[in-house]
């Protein structure tokens, strides 16, 4: 139980361009779902909370505009990277929260997303 | 602010030595703590959780680790290492800040298991 899925695992685009990241639970319903960045050797970043039907946090230094998350479903969450450039390469990877309440939350990750941007 | 510290960037063990992971928090608040593993090319797994109760947590493959509240550390522990533990090993609090909650990872500690 508690699998989460990303789609697609990795995908190269010229600069400039927009990418979508779907981020889906299988088993189960997650009204939280977080995504992350990792650089190379490094640790996980939170960049955003998604929750269902509400807009995404950001966390700070993470611009909004450039980073579009939608939580349409208790299932499934998008991350778009707009406009993207060279330094927006990395590995993102989102995580889906069981509905235990708050504080006794676990978060299940995805296998992640390798972006490229030429 | 919120942090977690793990000491040990990298470690490299024979197989069948002891494992022990170091994991250091600072939280002021009641924590959850988590065990997280990265195998080479995979996903992150949840190794072992604390959420309440008996501070040993045993998890999957033989792993467990010790809540020290006095300490506030969380250290990882195998008795005894195979190869196939070989991966990234990442602690991680589970912390109520800026109105909700959320994880907090430490830098991870890069285990290479030698045959």
């Known amino acids: 139980g508690a699998v989460v899925s990303q789609h697609p695992s990795w995908v190269i685009c010229k600069s400039g361009t927009s990418v979508k990241i779907e981020c889906r639970s299988l088993?189960?319903?997650?009204?939280?779902m977080f995504w992350y960045r990792q650089f190379p050797k490094q640790s996980l970043m939170l960049m955003a909370t998604?929750?269902?039907?509400?807009?995404?946090?950001?966390e700070q230094g993470v611009e909004k505009d450039k980073f579009l998350i939608n939580h349409a479903s208790l299932t499934l969450s998008t991350l778009t990277v707009t406009s993207a450039h060279p330094e927006d390469s990395s590995f993102y990877i989102c995580?889906?929260?069981?509905?235990?309440?708050?504080?006794?939350?676990?978060?299940?990750f995805g296998p992640g997303t390798r972006l490229t941007v030429l | 602010a919120q942090s977690v510290s793990q000491h040990n960037h990298h470690v490299i063990l024979s197989e069948a030595a002891s494992l022990e992971l170091g994991c250091n928090y600072s939280?002021?608040?009641?924590?959850?703590l988590f065990w997280y593993v990265q195998y080479p090319g995979q996903h992150l797994q949840l190794l072992l959780k604390?959420?309440?109760?008996?501070?040993l947590v045993k998890g999957i493959k033989g792993f467990e680790a010790e809540f020290i509240k006095s300490k506030f550390s969380f250290n990882l522990r195998k008795p005894s290492v195979q190869w196939s533990d070989t991966a990234e090993y990442f602690c991680?609090?589970?912390?109520?800040?800026?109105?909700?909650?959320?994880?907090?990872f430490g830098t991870g500690t890069r285990l290479k298991v030698l045959a």
């Open positions: 995580s889906a929260q069981t509905p235990s309440g708050g504080f006794t939350n676990t978060q299940y």
């Open positions: 088993d189960f319903q997650a009204t939280t």
């Open positions: 998604s929750n269902e039907g509400s807009k995404a946090t950001y």
């Open positions: 939280y002021g608040g009641t924590v959850n």
């Open positions: 604390y959420f309440s109760g008996d501070p």
């Open positions: 991680a609090v589970n912390a109520f800040t800026s109105g909700t909650y959320k994880y907090i």
